[in-house]
């Protein structure tokens, strides 16, 4: 991978798909700056605060935020200074309003995305892998407990925190997930699909296929 060129990239995906993990190792390998919104509502609600628990309300029901909040939190984060050396987007947009918000943002700050990237796989598979998934609360990164544990029991190999489940990872919060996915996200394919810049991965297959083939997607494309 190489660092020398500055890369907008768009991240979709049903819960569990793994665009989490995709899009942060992406930005790792590029130099990236990674803005997952799932996370950067976790910081807020830990931080605690005014807006604290009544987001958490909505993430531990598996709802959306509303999005006056999300919208304030991703403009702030797409003009720092960080965003400017390029970045994964995560987890936004959610829904064809932000979508539409978000590509108001870009067309104004002159920008477009490189490559956007639908990942997807079967959703029986996907369920089971949600329910075996640990975070790490501190540094965000993604483990498996079936295909890629942290070495160590529980303990995060990258920077040592105590892990535990996310609590909207349990089989009822990601049912509900999943339906509002249904309802609200799965458009927002659509309106990127026409894009010369989509293109679809497949994360079904063994870990770190998916990624080669988006590597191969930016190589070629020079
Ligand atoms: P994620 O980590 O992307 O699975 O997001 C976890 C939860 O954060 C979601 O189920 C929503 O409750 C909330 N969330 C994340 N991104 C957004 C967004 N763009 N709009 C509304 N809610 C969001």
């Known amino acids: 991978m190489s660092a020398e060129r500055t890369y907008r990239m768009l991240f979709l995906g049903s819960p569990g798909t793994g665009k989490g993990t995709y899009s942060m190792r992406l930005a790792e390998g590029f130099g990236l700056k990674h803005i997952a919104t799932g996370d950067i509502l976790r910081e807020t609600v830990k931080k ?85 998934r640990l975070q790490c609360a501190n540094c965000n990164t993604v483990y498996n407990l079936v295909d890629n544990p942290p070495k160590n029991d529980t303990i995060c190999d990258v920077c040592g925190n105590h892990m535990r489940h996310r609590p909207d990872d349990d089989r009822k919060t990601v049912l509900r997930r999943f339906e509002v996915y ?30 080669k083939d988006m590597l191969k997607i930016i190589r070629e494309d020079g």
Do not use: C
């Open 182 to 211: 249904e309802m609200d996200t799965a458009p927002v394919v659509e309106h990127y699909r026409d894009r010369s810049t989509f293109y679809e991965i497949y994360t079904g297959g063994p870990v770190g296929l998916a990624e």
């Open 48 to 132: 605690g605060g005014e807006t604290a628990d009544q987001i958490r309300k909505f993430i531990d029901k598996g709802e959306l935020v509303p999005d006056e909040i999300i919208v304030q939190i991703i403009k702030g984060t797409l003009l720092s200074d960080e965003a400017k050396r390029g970045f994964t987007l995560d987890g936004f947009p959610r829904n064809i309003n932000q979508a539409r918000i978000l590509d108001d943002m870009m067309r104004s700050i002159g920008w477009e995305f490189d490559y956007i990237f639908n990942v997807w796989a079967e959703k029986k598979n996907i369920v089971d892998r949600i329910v075996n």
